[in-house]
DNA sequence: AACAGTCCCAACCGCGAATGA
DNA sequence: CTCATTCGCGGTTGGGACTGT
């Protein structure tokens, strides 16, 4: 077993720290809260940070009257209390993006929604997991089969291309496209491949529209469930072909 | 109305890497 | 170099909301 000296010295004091903190917990009868944020913690939460900043999330939250792990603290505000938050329906472009990122990058959630502003890797986690999966499972395949991914380069990503085209004008595109980037006058087309749409819409590996108003009536918003699509039959035929 | 099954998402956990003393 | 601490990621789960019978 090849193990480098780092990587030793971080699990014996991995192992070293926990039994320390368990026999600390036990000893002392801390009450670490765990479970649902109450309105009073985010509070506490929203007001130290607008005061002093995030980051060291331990002494974070003692300094911040919280009886909560660092880590709860850093996962609140990344993930739900922070300003920038997008919340709502996930709509077809963004779809569109995790679908094409997905397929390139695989489970990099917290890459992904680097290409998604206001959206967190957790939220991204979860619609795959909810929504993709449960069709994988419909169609009784692995959510990782080359058939499954087909089935989602070749027929979920042209339609969806489709339904953003139809329901947006040209105006709507990126606000990141450029001459140099041409592909995208054609790309809002019927005819464009789904490579194209998806360099256009996020610029390929740089994230292109961060600068998108999570807020404003942009390409961003008018979100529509997927599964309106294309029927389940439809789907099925298309994979017994 | 009552119950069962399913869906969805917030939150937790374990782990490896990075950083600082 | 070692040790302690913190950060961030991906996987998993508990339970409330929703839907069907």
């Given at each position: 077993?090849?193990?480098?000296?780092?990587?030793?010295?971080?699990?014996?004091?991995?192992?070293?720290?926990?039994?320390?903190?368990?026999?600390?917990?036990?000893?002392?009868?801390?009450?670490?809260?765990?479970?649902?944020?109450?309105?009073?913690?985010?509070?506490?939460?929203?007001?130290?940070?607008?005061?002093?900043?995030?980051?060291?999330?331990?002494?974070?939250?003692?300094?911040?009257?919280?009886?909560?792990?660092?880590?709860?603290?850093?996962?609140?505000?990344?993930?739900?209390?922070?300003?920038?938050?997008?919340?709502?329906?996930?709509?077809?472009?963004?779809?569109?993006i995790i679908?094409e990122l997905h397929s390139r990058w695989g489970?990099r959630w917290s890459k992904i929604a680097q290409h998604l502003p206001?959206?967190?890797?957790?939220?991204?986690?979860?619609?795959?997991?909810?929504?993709?999966?449960?069709?994988?499972?419909?169609?009784?395949?692995?959510?990782?089969?080359?058939?499954?991914?087909?089935?989602?380069?070749?027929?979920?990503?042209?339609?969806?291309?489709?339904?953003?085209?139809?329901?947006?004008?040209?105006?709507?595109?990126p606000?990141h496209?450029s001459?140099e980037n041409?592909s995208?006058?054609?790309?809002?087309?019927?005819?464009?491949?789904?490579e194209s749409m998806a360099s256009s819409f996020y610029g390929g590996d740089q994230v292109a529209y961060g600068?998108?108003?999570?807020?404003?009536?942009?390409?961003?918003?008018?979100?529509?469930?997927?599964?309106?699509?294309?029927?389940?039959?439809?789907?099925?035929?298309?994979?017994?072909?």
């Amino acid at each position: 077993m090849n193990i480098s000296r780092t990587e030793f010295a971080n699990c014996k004091t991995l192992i070293k720290h926990k039994e320390e903190v368990e026999d600390v917990e036990k000893k002392m009868e801390i009450e670490i809260r765990r479970g649902p944020w109450t309105v009073e913690e985010d509070m506490k939460l929203i007001s130290y940070i607008s005061l002093h900043g995030e980051g060291r999330w331990n002494s974070l939250s003692r300094s911040a009257g919280l009886n909560r792990t660092g880590k709860s603290c850093r996962l609140r505000w990344l993930n739900y209390l922070r300003p920038d938050i997008r919340r709502g329906d996930i709509s077809l472009q963004e779809q569109f993006i995790i679908l094409e990122l997905h397929s390139r990058w695989g489970n990099r959630w917290s890459k992904i929604a680097q290409h998604l502003p206001g959206r967190t890797d957790n939220e991204i986690k979860n619609y795959w997991r909810t929504r993709v999966q449960k069709h994988a499972k419909l169609l009784k395949c692995d959510v990782n089969s080359k058939q499954f991914k087909d089935t989602i380069k070749h027929l979920w990503m042209p339609r969806l291309i489709e339904r953003i085209a139809s329901t947006q004008n040209v105006e709507f595109i990126p606000n990141h496209y450029s001459p140099e980037n041409s592909s995208v006058a054609t790309a809002t087309s019927s005819t464009s491949s789904s490579e194209s749409m998806a360099s256009s819409f996020y610029g390929g590996d740089q994230v292109a529209y961060g600068t998108s108003d999570p807020n404003s009536g942009n390409w961003f918003n008018g979100g529509d469930a997927f599964e309106t699509l294309w029927s389940f039959d439809e789907l099925n035929k298309w994979l017994l072909q």
